[in-house]
C-alpha cells in the first residue's frame, strides 16, 4: 500500500497556493505529496481583490490595481485616498498557471483528476476515498468546504456574501478606471445589507457585481435586474456581456478548527480562512498558507496551527448585529467610513490594527446593537 506524505484535498486558491509553497521549500524534497481535485484547469473561474502595502508577492499576476475607492450610502458619499495601499485585482486563471507550473517542475508532486467522496482518520494516517480509488496518507490537508457542518448549529450565526457579476464592455469611454467602487449602498436595500460593487479595469471594462450580506440567496433574475438597473443609472446602456460570475461565501465564526484533528487540518474557507465579516479570503490565504508550511516544519500534531484573535470576536459581534438587524448595514459601514481613516479601517479588517485602532472603528458605530450582540452573546455561552 503506497502511503503519501500528505494529501491536499481540492485545487483551488488555498490547496493549489499551499502546494506552491510545498514545491517552493526544499524542506519538502524527499516527501510525497498527492493533490485531488475533479477539475484541473478551472480557468477564470474566480475573481480576487485585496488590499496591500507597496510591492506584493503576486504583483505579476495583477489585471488591475487602484489607489482610490469610492464609498456610496444615503449617510456618507466619498473617494478615498488609500495610498500607500492599493486595491489589487487578480484574475484566477493566471493565479492557476502560474502555481501549476511550479508544482509540475517537481517529481514528488502528484496530481489526481477525482472526485472525493469521503475521508478520515485511520491508524497512522488518513484514508480518502475518491469515485475511482483510495488513498492513504499521513496527513490530510482539506480545502473542499462541508456544506452543512456550520450551517446545522445554532450557536453562531450564519450569513452569506452572495453575488451575481457582470464582467461588461461599452463602446465608448464610460469608466474612472483610476478608483474602483468598494461599497454602494445608493440601491434599494429591501430589508437587507445590499450593495454595489464595481471594478473598472480600463475606460471600457468594468465588472459589476451585485452583492448581498444575508441568510438567503435570491432567485438569479432578482440580481441580474439589479445590475441593469444600476447600469442604467450610470447610463451605461449600450453594453456588451463579455462573462459572468457568482458566489456565496459563508460568512460565520463558527470554530473551523473544532473539526481539525492531529492528521486533518481543514483550510481556505474549509478552515475558516474566509473573513467572517467581509467574506475576503485571498490575503488572509496567501499568509495562512505562509503560516501553515512553517508549521510543517516543525509540528506534527495539525490540531494545534489553528488560533483565535481578538478580531474573531470583533467579526462574532458584527455577524451578530448584521444578522439580528440586517437592513442595518448600510448605516453600519457609513459610519465607520465616515468617522474613521480608511488606512485605519483597511488594516482593521486585514487584521494588522493595534488596540487603540481598533478602538476607533468601536466607538465610530451606535454602541447599542452591539452592547445588545454582547449581552445576547453572554447568555447565550
Known sequence: MTQSSYIILGAGASGLMLAYRMSQDRNFDDKS??????????????????????????????S???????????DFTNTLDISPHTYKMIRSQKFYHKLWRSIEQKSNFIFVEDSVKKYSEVENGVKVVTNKSTYFGLKLLNSIPGKTVYEKQQK??????HFVGWFIKTKTDCFDDSMATFMDFNIPQNGNTRFMYVLPIDKKTALFEYTLFSKDLLENSEYEDAIKDYLKEKKVTDFEILEKENGAIPMTSFKFQELNSKSILNIGTAGGWTKASTGYTFYNTSKKTKDLVAFLKNEDDLSLFAKRTKFWFYDLLLLDVLANNNDKGSALFASIFKKVNVKTILKFLGEDSNIREDLKIITSVSPKPFVMAIVKRFFKN
Open 64 to 74: 488591475k490595481k487602484w489607489s482610490k475607492v469610492f464609498f456610496g450610502s444615503e
Open 156 to 161: 453562531y450565526p450564519v450569513l452569506k456574501q
Open 33 to 62: 505529496i498527492l493533490i485531488i481535485d475533479q477539475v484541473k484547469d478551472k480557468g477564470n473561474d474566480r475573481t480576487w481583490c485585496y488590499w496591500e502595502e507597496g510591492e506584493g508577492e503576486w504583483d505579476d499576476l495583477l
